[in-house]
């Protein structure tokens, strides 16, 4: 007897409901307030490309993924919006994330120097987030001498 796993669990996505999300979260945010649209980990498992698909037509500010091979994957999907890696990208694969055009999140000053070589190798400016920790101990520069 044969019980294969999709015959077991499943998920059933109502793409309504989460551009009705979208929709009331950038509407609790403000009108003047940028909203990305946080797709790591093939969305929650909800399907990235199917949720992408879905939000496109809502205008989000851009999308969030964890790792860069999650963004160049929205980028093989055709997203041109900004794609910011919330996670620190590691040291071999900036290149790749410079290539497909992700946000990087910037977390120490090596990280900050590799993603600067990178665009001078590329003769363009790439775009990055500076991360701040501001407790958690993740990752980021430390709250406490970010002014220095």
Known sequence: MSNPLESRAWID??????????TAVR???GPDRAVI??????????????VVRALEPLDPWGYGVAA???GTALRAYGVRRPILLTAP???????????ARLTLSVSDLHTLDL???AAERRGEPL??????????GRA???WRTTAD
């Not at 996505?13 to 979208?22: E, K």
């Not at 649209?37 to 199917?50: H, M, N, Q, S, T």
């Open 27 to 29: 509407r609790l945010a």
């Open 13 to 22: 996505v109502d793409l309504d409901a989460v551009r009705h999300n979208f």
């Open 127 to 136: 775009d990055f987030h500076v991360e701040i920790d501001t407790g958690m």
């Open 37 to 50: 649209a946080v797709v790591k980990a093939d969305a929650y498992g909800l399907g990235a490309e199917r």
């Open 89 to 99: 990208a590691p040291p071999q694969c900036i290149e790749e994330a410079a290539a």
């Open 68 to 70: 860069v091979a999650e």
């Open 140 to 142: 980021g520069f430390d």
């Open 115 to 117: 993603w600067a070589r």
